[in-house]
């Protein structure tokens, strides 16, 4: 297999604070990974090492085959996009003359770059501000330009930091299909705090909290190992504590909670089927009225948040 992005024990100690304890991940060339954690992770600390920016103070990076030397030439980044969470233009520039600017850093030939910065300003939806000043974008048109600047030199590898944050529904729609049509053609490494965005787009995932790795899989095999079988059950009003009594203890459910006055049944491991076939019958034939009775999909959000709540579990844990 061959990566495009790869770190080892990567650790990152500031005077007072150890913001990377020993991470690892490694990002296959082509496909678009998702690199997932709350405001304090540590996800920012590791791009700006990733890309040079930033010494590490133990392990290592790779990026294209080269190994990341923070204050040493990086010929890598040569082939390497990145868009921070608010990019920010040179004062004065309108729209098409910071393209122009990115063009003429990476030495293109000007007249493939005029059409395809054409081409982009349109695709972005910015072909009517382009002779206006960049300062006076708004935070979404300001990051549509930045992406746009972005993909200008089509890069091997593009590294973004919540890029859809600021776009509006649309606006993120049209981004992310933009970055599923890239799989294949470039590498895509990007964080996001919008989960359903990372689910439908990325392949695999890292989740890092305080610092640690809690756990890097493909996307399809986290929703198969956490995304819990369930049914939301509503009933009569006051029968909610009967009901959830009647299910408690059946072989064929992992649980009952009471979530917003509704039970939130969970089967064991392959018996979603068995929930229609059993949990009406037994309740109805106990005097119990059911209003609602539907399946529950569980995405990527709360698998998140649980995976997160088990690692603060066992931090806990570990102080006691």
């Not at 729609?173 to 705090?193: C, P």
């Amino acid at each position: 297999m061959e990566y495009a992005l790869k770190a080892t024990n990567l650790v990152k100690e500031f005077a007072n604070h150890k913001a990377l304890k020993g991470i690892d991940f490694k990002v296959l060339r082509g496909s678009i990974y998702g690199f997932l954690g709350p405001n304090g992770a540590g996800k920012t600390t590791a791009i700006k090492i990733i890309l040079g920016l930033l010494s590490a103070t133990a392990g290592k990076v790779s990026v294209l085959g080269e190994e990341v030397r923070f204050g040493t030439r990086a010929d890598y980044l040569k082939r390497v996009g990145y868009l921070p969470q608010d990019p920010v233009f040179p004062e004065g520039l309108n729209g098409r003359e910071a393209m122009e600017m990115v063009a003429g850093i990476y030495k293109m030939d000007p007249g493939i770059s005029s059409e395809k910065i054409s081409s982009l300003l349109s695709e972005f939806q910015l072909s009517d501000a382009a002779k206006r000043r960049v300062d006076a974008y708004s935070r979404g048109m300001k990051q549509r330009l930045g992406i746009a600047a972005v993909l200008l030199t089509e890069p091997e590898l593009l590294i973004l930091d919540e890029p859809v944050s600021a776009l509006d529904p649309e606006g993120r729609r049209n981004v992310l299909e933009l970055i599923s049509s890239l799989r294949g053609q470039a590498t895509v490494f990007f964080s996001s705090h919008i989960l359903a965005d990372v689910e439908r787009v990325c392949d695999h995932v890292t989740i890092i909290d305080k610092g640690v790795k809690l756990m890097e899989t493909g996307t399809k095999e986290l929703l198969d190992e956490f995304a819990m079988e369930q049914y939301v059950v509503s009933v009569k009003e006051g029968q909610t504590e009967k009901a959830g009594q009647l299910l408690q203890g059946q072989e064929w459910l992992r649980g009952v909670e009471v979530k917003n006055n509704n039970l939130l049944v969970t089967s064991q491991p392959g018996q979603l089927g068995k929930l229609p076939e059993v949990i009406l019958p037994l309740l109805i034939g106990n005097g119990i009225t059911v209003t609602e009775f539907m399946h529950r999909r569980v995405d990527l959000e709360e698998i998140f948040f649980r995976v997160l709540q088990q690692n603060n579990s066992a931090d806990r844990g570990d102080e006691a």
